[in-house]
């Protein structure tokens, strides 16, 4: 029996990328147990937490990209690409929160040097979670890193069927450009923490700024023929439609 095109990608294809969208985490589970001794870990820096920290954000912005070019492609004729978006924008979202909590752990956790009531306490919370709001407040880049994350949590939240038809197709569109806005700042924020060789967030800038550029273009071309022509004749005026 011959799969249809639509059981194709919900039993093949959708597991697939699926997977190897968990690549990356594998990585960060290969590069945490080879810093604890339990296997060889891949090659890092002499700051490998810093390494893994800077992986899981570059890697919630290579989602991010995949995600805004989705829609693009299905616009291109690609119909069965926007079937993957929402799989895609989960996982460049759960990529930013382990990039967050990551650094939440690895650099304020253990920067807080004591702990009289215990690592897992009320009062460890209370501390970290000041030291982080601390950082957001006195670090633009940061601000702007948890600005980009905090923006795409609604997304991830309203990314089922269930939320679309509670918000209707104009306003769940409407907020869901937003992406575009983590796109921005996520290229920004990695911009300010690399400081020196700023090649590889350049390349991510031009690409979600490329893919802007496209969406407005299409917006403005397909405006243009929505707009209906009047063309005056000898007898009267004849409305014609470009749409």
Not at 13 to 35: D, E, H, R, T, Y
Not at 127 to 156: N, Q
């Amino acid at each position: 029996m011959s799969l249809t095109p639509n059981q194709i990608i919900r039993w093949i294809l959708k597991p697939l990328i699926f997977l190897l969208c968990l690549l990356p985490f594998a990585w960060l589970v290969w590069a945490l147990g080879g810093m604890f001794g339990y296997w060889t870990p891949p090659a890092l820096s002499p700051n490998p937490l810093s390494d893994i920290t800077n992986e899981t954000g570059v890697w919630a912005i290579r989602f991010i990209c995949i995600t805004l070019a989705l829609t693009p492609l299905r616009r291109l004729g690609v119909n069965s690409a926007v079937r993957f978006r929402r799989m895609v924008g989960l996982f460049a979202c759960f990529y930013g929160t382990l990039h967050f909590f990551i650094y939440a752990i690895a650099d304020r956790l253990l920067g807080l040097i004591d702990f009289p009531e215990g690592v897992v306490s009320m009062d460890t919370a209370t501390r970290l979670s000041k030291a982080v709001l601390e950082d957001v407040y006195k670090r633009p880049f940061i601000t702007v890193g948890f600005t980009a994350l905090v923006l795409m949590l609604p997304l991830a939240i309203t990314s089922t069927a269930g939320w679309i038809r509670r918000l209707g197709g104009k306003r769940w569109n409407a907020l869901h450009r937003l992406v575009y806005a983590t796109g921005v700042l996520a290229v920004v924020h990695y911009w300010w923490l690399v400081k020196a060789d700023v090649s590889r967030p350049r390349n991510y800038g031009l690409i979600v700024g490329g893919l802007l550029l496209f969406r407005i273009v299409w917006a403005r071309m397909h405006a243009k023929k929505a707009v209906p022509v009047v063309k005056r004749t000898g007898i009267g005026e004849q409305t014609i439609s470009n749409s």
